[in-house]
């Protein structure tokens, strides 16, 4: 299992010892230690599951319980002394602990937006603020509880993938949170690149949520098929281009909007590489650095269609021994996991020309993985 530190069992040829080093830390690392390897980084992560797929990825892999400092502290400074590496990439979980990026800032180069630019995009008074100057369309939103308790979503000042997020009622804890005014409509994404204040899209993708156990807009999944009409792609690279410039974003990002009855509003920013990354293949974490420093780089259309999707964990189980992953599994949890009811048990990927073809092996897979899971798994012991 890839506990602690866990280092390669062989080491690696001059050859890969001469290739640059990058420190991937994230709530879950993956996406990104994949990224970087494929791009001929030697890599090194930290993060919270230590995933199988991970540990293949990198020279050497840590594991925390969370990413508050005093958690990665020990394994940070693990890395510099033991591997000399002075550049990190953050992915997704820092949107709870943004004291944690200004940590990072002080030891190691951090490839992405600073954490000014990220605490910003998190303080959102001021947030919504910047998008009434810049008559951008965004959703009604409020910091104190609105006087009717019609169609309100409570959503967490700092939260990230729909966790916390819940339809508004009286007599609910408010503590930490802000109101959006509730409409139906598809959601969306762009994936985009930005630096010296401009923007490349890279793709339009199209999401969705489910509700999981007391979570009711959980992010399940996103396809690279948005089917978003060429006057609402057009809105948001006008959009783009005013907040690439507000903020001052470099590198990968990505941006939700809603889209109905042929308005958009936009959502939020995530100003760090997101999960639709892994539906392009164009190389983008070398764009992503090049974006860093300045220079923008076009990406080709991404051939077919791609997407990627959470399979959460319908029961408490734990993974046998030996256990049998069906392809396109990815976020591979090691045999002996104890994955409770509602967690994240993997994710799945599905590539394909078609966007119909690749929904259905999308649910073909899920289907397999839970039939082989749940027979695999042991039976209860009973309680006496």
Request: charged share 15%; glycine share 8%.
């Given at each position: 299992m890839c506990l602690n530190a866990v280092s390669k069992s062989q080491m690696p040829p001059c050859a890969e010892n001469e290739k640059p080093l990058l420190l991937v830390i994230a709530h879950s690392g993956r996406m990104l230690a994949v990224a970087a390897r494929k791009a001929g980084f030697r890599v090194l992560v930290i993060d919270v599951y230590a995933d199988l797929d991970t540990c293949a990825a990198a020279v050497a892999v840590t594991r925390v319980s969370s990413l508050v400092v005093a958690d990665i502290q020990p394994a940070v400074d693990g890395f510099i002394a033991q591997y000399g590496v002075g550049q990190v990439v953050y992915g997704s979980g820092f949107e709870y602990h943004p004291e944690s990026l200004v940590y990072l800032a002080r030891h190691l180069t951090i490839i992405g937006n600073q954490p000014a630019t990220f605490a910003r995009l998190l303080d959102k008074p001021d947030f919504f603020a910047a998008l009434g100057r810049l008559a951008i369309a965004h959703l009604e939103t409020r910091f104190v509880a609105p006087e009717t308790h019609g169609d309100w979503l409570v959503k967490p000042l700092h939260g990230q993938?729909?966790?916390?997020?819940?339809?508004?009622?009286?007599?609910?804890?408010?503590?930490?949170?802000?109101?959006?005014?509730?409409?139906?409509?598809?959601?969306?994404?762009?994936?985009?690149?930005?630096?010296?204040?401009?923007?490349?899209?890279?793709?339009?993708?199209?999401?969705?949520?489910?509700?999981?156990?007391?979570?009711?807009?959980?992010?399940?999944?996103?396809?690279?098929?948005?089917?978003?009409?060429?006057?609402?792609?057009?809105?948001?690279?006008?959009?783009?281009?005013?907040?690439?410039?507000?903020?001052?974003?470099?590198?990968?990002?990505?941006?939700?909007?809603?889209?109905?009855?042929?308005?958009?509003?936009?959502?939020?920013?995530?100003?760090?590489?997101?999960?639709?990354?892994?539906?392009?293949?164009?190389?983008?974490?070398?764009?992503?650095?090049?974006?860093?420093?300045?220079?923008?780089?076009?990406?080709?259309?991404?051939?077919?269609?791609?997407?990627?999707?959470?399979?959460?964990?319908?029961?408490?189980?734990?993974?046998?021994a030996h256990f049998v992953w069906p392809d396109g599994c990815q976020d591979l949890p090691t045999a002996g996991t104890q994955c409770l009811a509602g967690q994240p048990l993997c994710s799945i990927m599905a590539h394909g020309p078609q966007a119909r073809g690749v929904y259905n092996a999308l649910l073909t897979t899920q289907r397999q993985l839970l039939r082989r899971l749940l027979k695999d798994a042991p039976s209860p012991i009973p309680l006496t």
């Amino acid at each position: 299992m890839c506990l602690n530190a866990v280092s390669k069992s062989q080491m690696p040829p001059c050859a890969e010892n001469e290739k640059p080093l990058l420190l991937v830390i994230a709530h879950s690392g993956r996406m990104l230690a994949v990224a970087a390897r494929k791009a001929g980084f030697r890599v090194l992560v930290i993060d919270v599951y230590a995933d199988l797929d991970t540990c293949a990825a990198a020279v050497a892999v840590t594991r925390v319980s969370s990413l508050v400092v005093a958690d990665i502290q020990p394994a940070v400074d693990g890395f510099i002394a033991q591997y000399g590496v002075g550049q990190v990439v953050y992915g997704s979980g820092f949107e709870y602990h943004p004291e944690s990026l200004v940590y990072l800032a002080r030891h190691l180069t951090i490839i992405g937006n600073q954490p000014a630019t990220f605490a910003r995009l998190l303080d959102k008074p001021d947030f919504f603020a910047a998008l009434g100057r810049l008559a951008i369309a965004h959703l009604e939103t409020r910091f104190v509880a609105p006087e009717t308790h019609g169609d309100w979503l409570v959503k967490p000042l700092h939260g990230q993938g729909g966790v916390g997020v819940c339809r508004y009622h009286a007599g609910m804890q408010t503590q930490g949170v802000y109101w959006q005014h509730y409409r139906t409509g598809q959601l969306h994404s762009v994936l985009f690149l930005a630096a010296a204040g401009q923007a490349h899209i890279i793709g339009f993708n199209r999401q969705w949520s489910m509700a999981v156990g007391q979570q009711a807009f959980m992010f399940a999944g996103i396809c690279n098929a948005s089917g978003l009409a060429d006057v609402h792609q057009h809105t948001v690279l006008a959009w783009l281009e005013q907040l690439v410039a507000e903020f001052g974003l470099v590198g990968i990002n990505s941006m939700d909007f809603i889209v109905d009855d042929q308005q958009l509003w936009l959502l939020e920013i995530n100003p760090r590489p997101s999960a639709s990354m892994q539906l392009y293949d164009a190389n983008l974490w070398v764009r992503h650095c090049s974006a860093v420093q300045g220079e923008l780089r076009a990406c080709p259309p991404a051939p077919g269609v791609s997407a990627m999707q959470i399979v959460y964990a319908p029961k408490d189980l734990t993974i046998p021994a030996h256990f049998v992953w069906p392809d396109g599994c990815q976020d591979l949890p090691t045999a002996g996991t104890q994955c409770l009811a509602g967690q994240p048990l993997c994710s799945i990927m599905a590539h394909g020309p078609q966007a119909r073809g690749v929904y259905n092996a999308l649910l073909t897979t899920q289907r397999q993985l839970l039939r082989r899971l749940l027979k695999d798994a042991p039976s209860p012991i009973p309680l006496t």
